[in-house]
C-alpha cells in the first residue's frame, strides 16, 4: 500500500513561508521514500500566507495595485480574486513587516491601504469578500480603512453615501477573541508588539473607547465586545461595527477551503508545525487545529518547531511527536537562515516519519 503523508506547516516567520517549509519537509520524505504520496498544503490562521495558502487552493487571479502602507507611503499589495470573491492578507498593506523597529508607532500606523485593497476589489465587482487578519502594524480601529473607503466609494464624503458596499459579504479570519477595548483589548494586549509605550497604549485605548461610542450612537448597535474585535489593531471592530462581517476562526476557514478532511482519507500521517512551540499553540493556534481535524479521523500528527516549550503539554493534547528541528546550542540567527531551516526541516521530517513507523 502506497504511504500518504500530508505536511502542512505554517509559516516560519522571517525564515520561510509555509510553502517553502512544506517544500523542504517534503523533500525529507521522498528521500526516505520516493514511492510515497506527499500533499504539500500551504497553511495559515490569516497573517503572513494567507493569500498563498488561497491561491494553492483555489488557483484565481492575482491582482496587485500601489496602495499605502501604514506610514502613507506607497508600497505594492496583492489580493486574490476568483469569480466574484476575493481574498485579502491585511498585512500586504497595513503590516507590520513593512516598517523597520524603529518606525514602529501604532499612533500614527494607519489601516489605509486595507481600506484601498476593499475598495480595488469592490470596484472589480467582487460580491464575497474574505480577509485575513494578521501581522498589523496598526491600532487605528480600522478609522484608516474607513476613510480609504469612503474617499474611494462615497459620493459626498460621508460614510452614510457608501452604496457599493450594499450586498457586498465580508468574512473576516482571525483566531483573536479579544474585544476592542480594556485590559484585554486591542492596545493593552497587541500594542506593545508594534511599538506602543505604557501610556501610548493608555492613549489608544481611549481612542477606541471614544470611536465606539461614537459609532454605537450612529448606528444603534454595538460591536466592540463581539469576539474578534480586538483583532489587528481593531480592525476587527471596524469589519464588524460598519460592514457587518462574519467572523470565523482563521484555521477553520482555511481548513474548510483546502478540503483537509477529504485530505485525510487514505493519509497515515500529518506533519505540522511553527516557528516556536509552546501552550500557546493549544490555544486555537493553527497545529492544533490541524491536529483536532486528524485526531477526530485517527490519523497521528506529528510536530514540528523551531523552538520547543511545554513538551508534555504538547504531547498530553494528542500530537504523536513534538520535535525540536534545531539543536539546542544553535545561535538564533544561525538558525533563522533560510538554508538552514530548510535543512533542519528535512532531516526533521525524516525522524518524525522514522519515529511513526513510516513503511521505507
Same mark, same amino acid.
Given at each position: 500500500?502506497?504511504?500518504?503523508?500530508?505536511?502542512?506547516?505554517? +509559516?516560519?516567520?522571517?525564515?520561510?513561508?509555509?510553502?517553502?517549509?512544506?517544500?523542504?519537509?517534503?523533500?525529507?520524505?521522498?528521500?526516505?521514500?520516493?514511492?510515497?504520496?506527499?500533499?504539500?498544503?500551504? #497553511?495559515?490562521?490569516?497573517?503572513?500566507?494567507?493569500?498563498?495558502?488561497?491561491?494553492?487552493?483555489?488557483?484565481?487571479? &492575482?491582482?496587485?495595485?500601489?496602495?499605502?502602507?501604514?506610514?502613507?507611503?506607497?508600497?505594492?499589495?496583492?489580493?486574490?480574486?476568483?469569480?466574484?470573491?476575493?481574498?485579502?492578507?491585511?498585512?500586504?498593506?497595513?503590516?507590520?513587516?513593512?516598517?523597520?523597529?524603529?518606525?514602529?508607532?501604532?499612533?500614527? @500606523? *494607519?489601516?489605509?491601504?486595507?481600506?484601498?485593497?476593499?475598495?480595488?476589489?469592490?470596484?472589480?465587482?467582487?460580491?464575497?469578500?474574505?480577509?485575513?487578519?494578521?501581522?498589523?502594524?496598526?491600532?487605528?480601529?480600522?478609522?484608516?480603512?474607513?476613510?480609504?473607503?469612503?474617499?474611494?466609494?462615497?459620493?459626498?464624503?460621508?460614510?452614510?453615501?457608501?452604496?457599493?458596499?450594499?450586498? #457586498?459579504?465580508? *468574512?473576516?479570519? &482571525?483566531?483573536?477573541? /479579544?474585544?476592542?477595548?480594556?485590559?484585554?483589548?486591542?492596545?493593552?494586549?497587541?500594542?506593545?508588539?508594534?511599538?506602543? &509605550?505604557?501610556?501610548?497604549?493608555?492613549?489608544?485605548?481611549?481612542?477606541?473607547?471614544?470611536?465606539?461610542?461614537?459609532?454605537?450612537?450612529?448606528?444603534?448597535?454595538?460591536?466592540? /465586545?463581539?469576539?474578534?474585535?480586538?483583532?489587528?489593531?481593531?480592525?476587527?471592530?471596524?469589519?464588524?461595527?460598519?460592514?457587518?462581517?462574519?467572523?470565523?476562526?482563521?484555521?477553520?476557514?482555511?481548513?474548510? *477551503?483546502?478540503?483537509?478532511?477529504?485530505?485525510?482519507?487514505?493519509?497515515?500521517?500529518?506533519?505540522?508545525?511553527?516557528? +516556536?512551540?509552546?501552550?500557546?499553540?493549544?490555544?486555537?493556534?493553527?497545529?492544533?487545529?490541524?491536529?483536532?481535524?486528524?485526531?477526530?479521523?485517527?490519523?497521528?500528527?506529528?510536530?514540528?518547531?523551531?523552538?520547543? +516549550?511545554?513538551?508534555?503539554?504538547?504531547?498530553?493534547?494528542?500530537?504523536?511527536?513534538?520535535?525540536?528541528?534545531?539543536?539546542?546550542?544553535?545561535?538564533?540567527?544561525?538558525?533563522?537562515?533560510?538554508?538552514?531551516?530548510?535543512?533542519?526541516?528535512?532531516?526533521? @521530517?525524516?525522524?518524525?516519519?522514522?519515529?511513526?513507523?513510516?513503511?521505507?
Amino acid at each position: 500500500m502506497r504511504e500518504k503523508v500530508i505536511v502542512a506547516l505554517d +509559516s516560519f516567520k522571517g525564515c520561510l513561508s509555509s510553502g517553502e517549509a512544506n517544500r523542504a519537509a517534503a523533500e525529507g520524505l521522498l528521500a526516505l521514500n520516493p514511492e510515497a504520496e506527499v500533499i504539500q498544503v500551504p #497553511v495559515s490562521d490569516g497573517g503572513e500566507g494567507w493569500l498563498e495558502a488561497f491561491r494553492s487552493a483555489w488557483g484565481g487571479e &492575482t491582482v496587485r495595485l500601489t496602495v499605502r502602507d501604514p506610514l502613507m507611503r506607497p508600497v505594492t499589495a496583492a489580493y486574490l480574486v476568483k469569480g466574484d470573491t476575493a481574498v485579502i492578507e491585511i498585512a500586504q498593506a497595513s503590516g507590520l513587516t513593512l516598517l523597520s523597529a524603529e518606525e514602529r508607532n501604532p499612533l500614527v @500606523a *494607519t489601516s489605509y491601504g486595507t481600506g484601498q485593497l476593499v475598495v480595488d476589489a469592490v470596484s472589480r465587482g467582487c460580491q464575497e469578500i474574505i480577509v485575513g487578519l494578521g501581522g498589523s502594524a496598526t491600532s487605528d480601529c480600522g478609522i484608516g480603512m474607513l476613510r480609504a473607503i469612503i474617499d474611494g466609494l462615497a459620493r459626498h464624503g460621508v460614510w452614510d453615501d457608501v452604496r457599493a458596499l450594499d450586498g #457586498v459579504r465580508f *468574512t473576516i479570519a &482571525t483566531d483573536v477573541t /479579544n474585544p476592542l477595548c480594556g485590559e484585554n483589548g486591542a492596545a493593552h494586549v497587541f500594542a506593545p508588539q508594534k511599538g506602543a &509605550t505604557p501610556e501610548m497604549v493608555r492613549t489608544l485605548d481611549g481612542r477606541a473607547s471614544r470611536f465606539a461610542e461614537v459609532s454605537a450612537r450612529h448606528f444603534g448597535y454595538d460591536r466592540q /465586545n463581539a469576539p474578534g474585535a480586538g483583532a489587528a489593531g481593531g480592525l476587527g471592530y471596524a469589519f464588524l461595527q460598519y460592514l457587518h462581517a462574519d467572523c470565523r476562526p482563521g484555521v477553520d476557514l482555511l481548513l474548510d *477551503t483546502v478540503r483537509f478532511d477529504d485530505l485525510l482519507q487514505g493519509a497515515t500521517l500529518v506533519i505540522t508545525g511553527e516557528g +516556536s512551540a509552546d501552550r500557546q499553540t493549544l490555544m486555537g493556534k493553527l497545529p492544533f487545529g490541524i491536529l483536532q481535524r486528524a485526531k477526530a479521523r485517527g490519523v497521528p500528527v506529528c510536530l514540528m518547531a523551531g523552538r520547543i +516549550s511545554d513538551r508534555r503539554m504538547l504531547l498530553d493534547a494528542g500530537f504523536a511527536s513534538v520535535t525540536c528541528i534545531n539543536p539546542a546550542d544553535l545561535p538564533l540567527e544561525e538558525a533563522m537562515k533560510p538554508e538552514v531551516a530548510s535543512e533542519a526541516l528535512r532531516r526533521s @521530517a525524516m525522524r518524525c516519519w522514522r519515529a511513526s513507523g513510516g513503511r521505507l
